[in-house]
C-alpha cells in the first residue's frame, strides 16, 4: 500500500489495479471513498480497461478471430509496477503481458499517476502504444463515494449538483448491455436528490452529459466534494442495491449495444492509436 500526503489529504493507493483504496480529508476529518465492504461490492476505485462495461456475449472480434473479456476487462485485477515520486505523487504502470496477449491481442502501456494538490487529488490516465499497428481501447473510472459519509445524515439526504445540466437523457440496461429505450430525468434546479432507487435497474448511462463538475452535497451540513472531468464522451452513475455510496463514472468507452456486431474497431467510443502515439485524460475530486 502507497500513501500520499499533504496538508489537507491523505490517501492510501494499492498496488492491485492501481486502485485508490481511501480518501481522507485532515480538515473534516471524513473519509470521502467507499470502504469496500464486501456485503456490498468490494472494491474502490477500479480503473476500467482495455472495455468499459460489457461486450454481447463476453467476447470480440478482431483480425478474424474471437477473443473473450470480461465486463469492465482485466486491468481492475492485475498487479500494476508502481513507484512514489514524492510525499504526493505516484505512478502506477501496467504492459501487456503472455496472459493479456491471449485476450486482448494489443501491446500498451497504460500508466495512472495520483497527485494531490491542496484539496485536490487529481488521477491523470495516460495510454501509450507500444505495438507496431494501431492500438484499440476503452477506458473509464469507477470511484465509489461513501453516502452518507458525515455522521447524522442519510442516504437520502445527498444529492448530486451538476454544472450544465437541467435534464438527463440516460440509456437502459439489458443485462448489461445498451439498449434502444432512453430514460429522461428532469433536474430540480440542477439536482438529482440520491435514493436506492434510482440504481434497481443497474447503472445510469449518459451519452449527452453537458455537465463537466458534479458536486455531492447533502442538506444537512456543508460537507461535500467537487468532482471535476473533461472530454468524457459517456458518464455512469451507479450504486449497489441498497449499498450506502454512488459511484460517478466518466467514461471513454461504453458497454456494447444489444445489437452490436461485435467488431471492435465498430464499437462505440472506440479510441484508435496509430503506433508510437499516445493519450490522457484525468479526473479530480475537491474535498471539503
Known amino acids: 500500500m502507497i500513501t500520499l500526503e499533504n496538508e489537507y489529504l491523505k490517501v492510501s493507493l494499492a498496488a492491485k489495479g492501481a486502485e485508490l483504496q481511501r ?46 473479456l470480461p465486463r469492465h476487462g482485466f486491468a481492475r485485477d492485475q498487479v500494476f509496477d508502481h513507484h512514489k515520486i514524492s510525499d504526493t505523487e505516484a505512478v502506477f504502470t501496467l504492459t501487456q503481458s503472455e496472459e493479456s496477449l491471449k485476450v486482448y491481442p494489443f501491446h500498451f502501456e497504460l500508466r495512472l499517476k495520483y497527485q494531490l494538490i491542496d484539496r485536490k487529488l487529481n488521477l491523470t490516465y495516460k495510454v501509450i502504444n507500444t505495438g507496431e499497428g494501431e492500438l484499440l481501447f476503452s477506458i473509464g473510472a469507477h470511484p465509489a463515494f461513501a453516502v452518507p459519509n458525515a455522521p447524522n445524515t442519510d442516504y437520502t439526504d445527498y444529492y448530486l449538483a451538476f454544472n450544465a445540466d437541467k435534464k438527463l437523457t440516460y440509456w437502459k440496461l439489458d443485462n448489461g448491455l445498451i439498449a434502444k429505450e432512453t430514460g429522461n430525468i428532469h433536474l430540480n434546479g440542477h439536482k438529482l436528490n440520491l435514493k436506492h432507487e434510482l440504481f434497481y435497474n443497474d447503472a445510469l448511462v449518459f451519452k449527452t452529459m453537458q455537465s463537466n463538475c458534479i458536486s455531492l452535497l447533502n442538506t444537512k451540513n456543508d460537507y461535500g466534494l467537487h468532482f471535476h472531468f473533461d472530454d468524457f464522451p459517456f458518464f455512469g452513475i ?9 459511484c460517478l463514472e466518466p467514461w471513454c468507452g461504453v458497454a456494447d449495444g444489444v445489437a452490436h456486431d461485435q467488431e471492435l474497431a465498430h464499437k462505440e467510443g472506440i479510441i484508435k492509436l496509430e503506433k508510437g502515439q499516445n493519450w490522457e485524460r484525468y479526473w479530480e475530486v475537491e474535498c471539503f
Open 23 to 68: 480518501l481522507f480529508s485532515k480538515e473534516t476529518k471524513l473519509d470521502y471513498l467507499w470502504n469496500g465492504d464486501d456485503k456490498y461490492w468490494a472494491k474502490h476505485s477500479p480503473v476500467l480497461f482495455p472495455i468499459v462495461g460489457a461486450l454481447k456475449n463476453d467476447s470480440f472480434t478482431y483480425q478474424n478471430e474471437t477473443y473473450h
Open 238 to 246: 451507479w450504486a449497489a442495491t441498497d449499498a450506502p455510496f454512488v
